[in-house]
């Protein structure tokens, strides 16, 4: 009776000792799963915080250039609207066409290719990088849903999470939506 006494205690020590090890695993896999789907919503929230930001960047440097062009062209046309008849008119008009181009020279000089391209194309790798986080993100996030997924399902594990309500997680998928690009309207 001794012997199967302690037989049976074993037996039920080491059931014990695998659930208790099973069920910290699922927690801690749980805890994977949660900590990755952070991680996406903070790409998330970057994309939010970003795209805005550099778009409203975008469209001040480029009204700017916009501006500057048009009073360039405001200017020449004044000036070529004024016969040299009048002279202090004339003279009036060409030193706002001076004005204006010297604005327009001051930024050529300081952004030799006039930098709106540069923002445009620095505002595209922007949002390439930003969504590019977001698929690392995605991706682990469903390698951590699928390590969890595989203990919920897989034998012995499944016993303790069923017993502890530990269900299969949703893996991230696509919308349907998602097949037709993003558009940034500026």
Known sequence: MKRTTWIILAVVAVVALLGFSTYNSLARAEQ????????????????????????????????????????????RAAATSVG????????????????ALGRLIAISESYPDLKANQNFLELQAQ??????????????????????NIKTVTFPSNIIAKL?????????????????APVVAF
């Not at 991680?39 to 501006?67: M, S």
């Open 84 to 99: 040299s008849a009048d002279f202090a008119k004339y003279v009036e008009a060409q030193q706002g066409v001076t004005a």
């Open 32 to 75: 994977e799963v949660a900590a990755r789907w952070a991680n996406v919503e903070t790409q998330y929230q970057r994309r939010a915080d970003l795209i805005p930001n550099l778009v409203n960047t975008v469209k001040g440097y480029a009204k700017h250039e916009q501006q500057t062009l048009e009073e360039v062209v405001a200017a």
């Open 164 to 180: 502890f309500g530990y269900t299969s997680k949703s893996l991230f998928t696509a919308s349907p939506s998602s097949e037709q």
């Open 127 to 148: 949002l390439e990088g930003t969504e590019n986080r977001i698929a690392v993100a995605r991706n682990e996030y469903n390698e951590a849903v699928k390590a969890f």
